[in-house]
């Protein structure tokens, strides 16, 4: 029974993720920020180490596939939506972060370090206005670099001076950050949101608006499909040890508003040639739980294991009901999905069960699509928080494996800090290829067997992650620390490539200048002729770089990947404190590069940088 969900998903974000920010909608990189999503979306399963990179196979040479397939989630590259301030991975500076409100809040508080307290009114462009930024700019006209920074003897700017710090986003009376899961979903008043915000026409509030945002944050699919509903079904109800429900062992989160127990990231989709599907939404990537146990909206999902999850949907019906023999597939593949299988064949009734659940698609069997090998192999290989949003079997698949890791969505450009920055535009997605959170989104969609999205009904969503602030550290290094990095990260030329907002670069970097792995160079543009090898992925404004972006550094301190391929699982293994760097030197997955971090720095300065990025 070929059920494969190969429809599956679409971040990421990694948009995303698919929220994941866009990056051509895909990642961005350039410094050691570790945010998401492919677009919308992806992170490591449940309880996987997420510090871990095993599953590092060898996938580099994933084969082209029947583009008919069915979605799979979006790319922490293409799904820039996660970071649609960081929707891309890029890896090109230190890595640091943007100062979350200043002191730690009470872990538990709704009121969190510039994320759910109504601080400064955004005083920028409307969030629809041209659509150049995330949206609103959130706290003080300040949008540009603050001081003068340090200076030669003679006067004259050695190095750029520290971003400014607008302040906390404001964010309506919603809660975004909290200890209690039932409160960021706003005790159920989610769902009806929208349809109330519409029903009011011109009478509808911001608040409706924001309110109505959130709602698509949570649910929207965009008209995209993914897996078989039935496949789905099935394993979130009947394999608790191996899936769990709510796919929890994945690293999703469970809904308590479904009353079928989806996890959240998952909605109902559109249907493929008659076949009910699953898709997936912005808060498969970009939304989770932070080390300090709140759960935050903009979240990069490092534990989302997106991998396993569309590897399980797509072998799990044929090897559990004996129509494939584990010899037909990856040997990688087979060994990361065996726990299911194993689960599988020793619960009573199972292959009644499972063939009663599986009725519904047998006359759909035509038209699932298979992997190959390579392509298994390249899915078996991606860490939890990291993946390939555009490859098979989502519509639209770029022919070349690359791995990114999910971005954050706290705090993304807005419109009047890309013009102070003199920023080409939002620079979302690893590589930096997109220009706006709208492209990002209709992207998402056609990449996930979509026919786009308008601006008008992609409005709500763009206002939304305007308010969506910076959850602060809850234990914050010794301010002593933090103040002699704070000095340092000036002094040792940090902003140089991290001086834009929330300590983003604000332009593209040669893979040459910053000598992580350069395989993201060819996303979309696998001849390097600087035309996009699937246009149609692409909006007005963006296109191809062949390069890396600097991520956002703000809240790294919660954060658990770093550089743009998620290679590097915590500050100091990226300071190269205890360990030294390359350690893994396989491309694709290499943790080369950045090696500003590790060398010319005493033991003293990387504590005080490593103290700095995770106060901001």
């Given at each position: 029974?070929?059920?494969?969900?190969?429809?599956?998903?679409?971040?990421?974000?990694?948009?995303?993720?698919?929220?994941?920010?866009?990056?051509?909608?895909?990642?961005e990189e350039v410094a050691a920020d570790g945010s998401s999503a492919d677009g919308f979306a992806g992170a490591s399963v449940g309880q996987a180490d997420t510090g871990s990179n095993t599953n590092q196979q060898d996938a580099s040479s994933s084969a082209p596939q029947d583009t008919a397939g069915t979605l799979g989630p979006v790319d922490a590259g293409l799904a820039g939506t996660a970071d649609a301030g960081s929707p891309s991975v890029q890896d090109a500076g230190i890595a640091a972060a943007v100062d979350a409100g200043g002191s730690a809040n009470d872990p538990g508080s709704n009121t969190d370090a510039g994320s759910n307290t109504d601080a400064a009114d955004p005083n920028a462009a409307d969030p629809n206005a041209a659509d150049t930024a995330a949206s609103v700019d959130a706290g003080s006209g300040n949008t540009g670099p603050s001081d003068a920074g340090t200076t030669n003897p003679g006067g004259t700017t050695k190095n750029p001076p520290l971003p400014t710090d607008p302040g906390a986003p404001k964010t309506h009376?919603?809660?975004?950050?909290?200890?209690?899961?039932?409160?960021?979903?706003?005790?159920?008043?989610?769902?009806?949101?929208?349809?109330?915000?519409?029903?009011?026409?011109?009478?509808?509030?911001?608040?409706?608006?924001?309110?109505?945002?959130?709602?698509?944050?949570?649910?929207?699919?965009?008209?995209?499909?993914?897996?078989?509903?039935?496949?789905?079904?099935?394993?979130?109800?009947?394999?608790?040890?191996?899936?769990?429900?709510?796919?929890?062992?994945?690293?999703?989160?469970?809904?308590?508003?479904?009353?079928?127990?989806?996890?959240?990231?998952?909605?109902?989709?559109?249907?493929?040639?008659?076949?009910?599907?699953?898709?997936?939404?912005?808060?498969?990537?970009?939304?989770?739980?932070?080390?300090?146990?709140?759960?935050?909206?903009?979240?990069?999902?490092?534990?989302?294991?997106?991998?396993?999850?569309?590897?399980?949907?797509?072998?799990?019906?044929?090897?559990?009901?004996?129509?494939?023999?584990?010899?037909?597939?990856?040997?990688?593949?087979?060994?990361?999905?065996?726990?299911?299988?194993?689960?599988?064949?020793?619960?009573?009734?199972?292959?009644?069960?499972?063939?009663?659940?599986?009725?519904?698609?047998?006359?759909?069997?035509?038209?699932?699509?298979?992997?190959?090998?390579?392509?298994?192999?390249?899915?078996?290989?991606?860490?939890?928080?990291?993946?390939?949003?555009?490859?098979?079997?989502?519509?639209?698949?770029?022919?070349?494996?690359?791995?990114?890791?999910?971005?954050?969505?706290?705090?993304?450009?807005?419109?009047?800090?890309?013009?102070?920055?003199?920023?080409?535009?939002?620079?979302?997605?690893?590589?930096?290829?997109?220009?706006?959170?709208?492209?990002?989104?209709?992207?998402?969609?056609?990449?996930?067997?979509?026919?786009?999205?308008?601006?008008?009904?992609?409005?709500?969503?763009?206002?939304?992650?305007?308010?969506?602030?910076?959850?602060?550290?809850?234990?914050?290094?010794?301010?002593?620390?933090?103040?002699?990095?704070?000095?340092?990260?000036?002094?040792?030329?940090?902003?140089?490539?991290?001086?834009?907002?929330?300590?983003?670069?604000?332009?593209?970097?040669?893979?040459?200048?910053?000598?992580?792995?350069?395989?993201?160079?060819?996303?979309?543009?696998?001849?390097?002729?600087?035309?996009?090898?699937?246009?149609?992925?692409?909006?007005?404004?963006?296109?191809?770089?062949?390069?890396?972006?600097?991520?956002?550094?703000?809240?790294?301190?919660?954060?658990?990947?770093?550089?743009?391929?998620?290679?590097?699982?915590?500050?100091?293994?990226?300071?190269?404190?205890?360990?030294?760097?390359?350690?893994?030197?396989?491309?694709?997955?290499?943790?080369?590069?950045?090696?500003?971090?590790?060398?010319?720095?005493?033991?003293?300065?990387?504590?005080?940088?490593?103290?700095?990025?995770?106060?901001?």
């Amino acid at each position: 029974m070929r059920l494969t969900a190969t429809l599956v998903l679409t971040f990421a974000f990694s948009l995303s993720a698919a929220c994941s920010e866009p990056e051509q909608s895909a990642p961005e990189e350039v410094a050691a920020d570790g945010s998401s999503a492919d677009g919308f979306a992806g992170a490591s399963v449940g309880q996987a180490d997420t510090g871990s990179n095993t599953n590092q196979q060898d996938a580099s040479s994933s084969a082209p596939q029947d583009t008919a397939g069915t979605l799979g989630p979006v790319d922490a590259g293409l799904a820039g939506t996660a970071d649609a301030g960081s929707p891309s991975v890029q890896d090109a500076g230190i890595a640091a972060a943007v100062d979350a409100g200043g002191s730690a809040n009470d872990p538990g508080s709704n009121t969190d370090a510039g994320s759910n307290t109504d601080a400064a009114d955004p005083n920028a462009a409307d969030p629809n206005a041209a659509d150049t930024a995330a949206s609103v700019d959130a706290g003080s006209g300040n949008t540009g670099p603050s001081d003068a920074g340090t200076t030669n003897p003679g006067g004259t700017t050695k190095n750029p001076p520290l971003p400014t710090d607008p302040g906390a986003p404001k964010t309506h009376g919603l809660t975004n950050v909290s200890k209690v899961l039932w409160d960021v979903l706003e005790k159920g008043t989610l769902r009806g949101s929208c349809a109330k915000y519409k029903a009011l026409g011109t009478l509808a509030t911001e608040a409706d608006k924001i309110k109505c945002g959130k709602e698509m944050f949570f649910y929207e699919d965009f008209d995209t499909y993914g897996a078989p509903r039935a496949l789905v079904d099935f394993m979130n109800h009947n394999l608790p040890n191996s899936v769990g429900t709510g796919f929890t062992k994945m690293g999703m989160h469970k809904d308590p508003t479904s009353f079928t127990q989806l996890p959240l990231g998952l909605a109902v989709g559109a249907d493929f040639k008659g076949m009910q599907t699953y898709a997936f939404t912005c808060a498969s990537c970009h939304f989770g739980k932070m080390p300090d146990g709140r759960f935050a909206v903009g979240y990069p999902n490092h534990d989302y294991d997106y991998g396993l999850q569309i590897l399980s949907l797509n072998l799990f019906p044929m090897l559990a009901m004996g129509t494939d023999k584990p010899a037909q597939h990856e040997k990688s593949a087979v060994k990361r999905i065996q726990p299911m299988l194993d689960e599988f064949k020793a619960m009573p009734g199972g292959m009644i069960k499972f063939g009663l659940a599986m009725l519904p698609l047998v006359s759909q069997m035509n038209n699932i699509p298979k992997m190959t090998k390579a392509v298994e192999a390249a899915y078996a290989s991606w860490a939890p928080g990291t993946q390939d949003f555009a490859m098979f079997p989502v519509p639209v698949d770029d022919d070349v494996h690359i791995v990114t890791q999910i971005l954050s969505l706290w705090q993304l450009p807005s419109a009047a800090e890309v013009k102070s920055y003199k920023m080409t535009h939002m620079m979302l997605g690893w590589a930096g290829t997109t220009a706006t959170l709208h492209n990002f989104f209709a992207g998402f969609s056609v990449l996930s067997g979509g026919k786009g999205v308008s601006k008008a009904d992609a409005a709500p969503l763009v206002a939304y992650l305007a308010t969506l602030g910076t959850p602060a550290n809850p234990n914050p290094p010794p301010a002593a620390d933090v103040s002699a990095g704070k000095k340092l990260f000036v002094d040792k030329g940090c902003t140089s490539c991290h001086g834009g907002p929330r300590y983003a670069g604000t332009r593209v970097f040669k893979f040459s200048e910053i000598g992580t792995d350069s395989t993201l160079a060819m996303w979309n543009d696998k001849d390097a002729n600087g035309k996009a090898d699937k246009p149609e992925l692409f909006g007005p404004g963006d296109s191809v770089t062949g390069g890396v972006k600097s991520p956002r550094l703000n809240g790294s301190w919660a954060k658990k990947r770093f550089l743009h391929n998620g290679s590097v699982t915590s500050l100091e293994a990226l300071f190269c404190v205890g360990s030294q760097r390359p350690s893994i030197t396989k491309p694709i997955f290499s943790d080369k590069g950045h090696m500003m971090t590790c060398n010319g720095l005493s033991a003293a300065e990387k504590k005080h940088l490593i103290a700095f990025l995770r106060s901001i």
